[in-house]
Every structure is written in C-alpha cells, then in structure tokens.
C-alpha cells in the first residue's frame, strides 16, 4: 500500500433496494470508520487531509466530500442539480427540496442514497438517463434560451459575463456534448457469457437507442467501432455520426423533431426489452451443449441490432431533412404546412423590438 501520495478514496455499499447517483462531485461526507463489511477506505484518508490543512477535528467528524472536494456554486449548481433530477423522479413520494439543487448556500445536502418508490426496470433506466429538469423551475424548455421550439440545450461555455456579472447556463442530465453513455446490466444468476449486457448509446442521451452489447462478444459492430470515422472525420457508417446528424438537425425545431425521433427510439428500445427474456433463455438453454455457439449467436445479436439502429438513424435524418426542409413542415399525404412560431415566441419579439416589425397600414 503506498501512503502520503494522495491516493485518498473512500467507498460505502449501496443497502440492497436503494439508489445513489453521482455527478462529477464527491458526495460521502461522514462515514463509518470501523464497518468493513459496508465501508471501506484509503488508511490515509483522514491523516493526510490533516497534514495539507484540509480537516481539523476528531476523525469521527471527518467529511471526505468537504475535505477534498469544497462545494462551489458550480459544483452544487451543475453536478447536484443532476442529483436531484434522478432522486426526484426515482423516489417522489421524498419530496426533496430543490434548494440545494439550484446552488442555495446552506441548503440542506441530498442524502448519499434513497429508496426509490417502486423497483427499478430497465425501462426506468433509460428514462433517469434522460431528462432536462422538465417539469421543475430548472426546466430549460421555457426561457428565452430555448428558442422558439422549446430546445433544451445550451452551447458551452457553462458560465458568460456581462456587464461584469457572471450567470451560467443549467447542466442537465442530458446535454449535446455527450459522445457515449451506457447502463450495465448484471445478472450473476445467468451464464457470465450472457448475464452481463452493456446497453449502449452514443451522443445525446435524450435521443439515443440504447443497445443490447453483450459481456462475451468477440467483435465490436463495426458503425461503433475504432477508426471509423472521429470527432474530426465524418463517417457515413458510424452511428455516432449519424445520431448527431438527427440530433444537430433536431435542435433547430426541437419541440416538434423530437416527437420524431422519440418514435423511432421507442420502437426500438420496446423491442429490445420485449425480446430479451426469450432471447436470453435460448441461449441459457444453448449453454448448457455449445457454449461457443453462445457466444457466436451473442456476438451476431449484438452487431445486428446496432447496425439496424444505425440505418435507421440514417434513414430518420433523411426523413426529418425532407420534412422540416426550409422551416415547412410535410405531412404524410404531401401537403406542405407552414406552422406559425409559437405566440410567445412572438411576443418576446415585440418586448424586444417595439414597433420595428408593426404592419402600419
């Protein structure tokens, strides 16, 4: 064990039927030193806070978040205003305060677990994932910043000044610069080939397919895999390129695109779901005489399905391009419609330029 290097780290286990989350903000504070089976930590933990001054006080005291990890208006703002999207729709019936969440000093902190209202699917999962503070006064679809079709994305940076004061834009769950996200699914009850699954998506969470990969494939799909296409080359074949195709359009009329969108997302994530228990038992039942050909038929399951989902988000961008081409809107029997901007959109325009645009006569 190597000491005085500031390798700090301190772990607690989630009770069986409760949630944590977690946002780029240390979260432990207190903690039970003398708990093995629950808690677990670096030996230095404590002493070498002490020695670079960042605790004073008896070791029961000690809060690892408050040590090493001084809360800022940023980090409760940004990181636990996550926090709270996840809790809150997880465990209503808490009716945790909103305080803390939008940066009020002395609030009083979200607890390090809950115990959500009811048993979480995989389904709910998806659903945490996704969020943009809708339905709390964070909601980042109302205000001027979401344009006139109510888009619930801000470019970077987080934080502007003007006129010498600094302001900042939320942090949402799910925001435009995510490249990847994933929940891992994990069930020690099922063969290891086929209990582990890392349901995958790239880009934005809120208009992603997360997709089934499972643990044991011998072979990536080729629209995620390395070296096709970067941040710097686009590829028609990678899925990453063709989310953010649908997802970058979408952001210029996003209150009616995403209705598009989520169509196609939700038919394809149902059927996932819908499909895997029988999936799984074949292959459970497979296991049992020719392991290899689990592994074979998982890794074939899991291409498929991505490279489907792929040329569907390429057929979807095709689809949402011809139908919102120009700011009109084409319906199914080739009519062309062209909706109005909504009349708060309208108004924020008049307080904005007074009688510029009045029809005199």
Not at 78 to 105: H, T
Request: with cysteine; glycine share 4%.
């Amino acid at each position: 064990m190597v000491y005085e290097k500031g390798i700090v780290w301190v772990a607690i286990r989630i009770p069986d039927g409760y949630i944590s989350a977690h946002a780029n903000q240390a979260r432990i504070r207190q903690f039970p030193l003398n708990d093995p089976q629950n808690c677990r930590y670096a030996p230095d933990v404590i002493s070498f806070a002490r020695k670079k001054g960042y605790f004073k006080g008896n070791d029961k005291d000690f809060s690892f978040a408050d040590a090493y990890a001084p809360l800022t208006f940023e980090a409760q703002r940004f990181c636990e205003s996550r926090v709270y999207s996840v809790f809150r729709r997880a465990a209503p019936s808490l009716n945790l305060p909103i305080d803390y969440a939008k940066g009020v000093k002395g609030a009083q902190p979200y607890p390090l677990f809950v115990k959500p209202d009811r048993k979480i699917s995989l389904s709910d999962m998806f659903a945490l994932m996704r969020d943009h503070f809708e339905g709390t006064e964070l909601d980042m679809t109302h205000d001027i910043g979401a344009g006139p079709f109510a888009c619930p994305y801000r470019w970077r940076p987080l934080t502007w000044t003007v006129d010498s004061v600094t302001y900042f834009n939320e942090r949402a769950i799910s925001t435009q610069q995510t490249g990847f996200s994933f929940i891992s699914q994990s069930r020690n009850w099922l063969p290891n080939p086929i209990g582990g699954v890392l349901w995958f998506g790239v880009d934005d969470t809120y208009s992603t397919v997360y997709m089934p990969f499972y643990c044991s494939i011998i072979k990536v799909p080729d629209c995620v895999a390395e070296k096709n296409g970067d941040l710097f080359t686009y590829s028609p074949t990678a899925a990453f390129w063709a989310f953010n195709y649908v997802s970058n359009f979408a952001y210029l009329r996003y209150s009616d695109m995403i209705v598009d969108i989520q169509q196609v997302q939700q038919k394809f994530e149902k059927y996932f779901i819908d499909n895997q228990p029988a999936f799984e038992q074949q292959m459970v039942t497979l296991y049992a005489t020719d392991p290899q050909q689990v592994v074979d038929s998982l890794t074939h399951y899991s291409q498929y399905h991505a490279e489907a989902v792929t040329r569907a988000w390429i057929d979807l961008g095709h689809f949402l391009l011809v139908k919102y081409l120009d700011g009109n809107v084409k319906t199914n029997d080739r009519k062309v419609l062209h909706p109005p901007y909504p009349e708060k959109w309208y108004r924020a325009i008049i307080r904005d330029t007074g009688d510029k645009f009045k029809v005199l006569y």
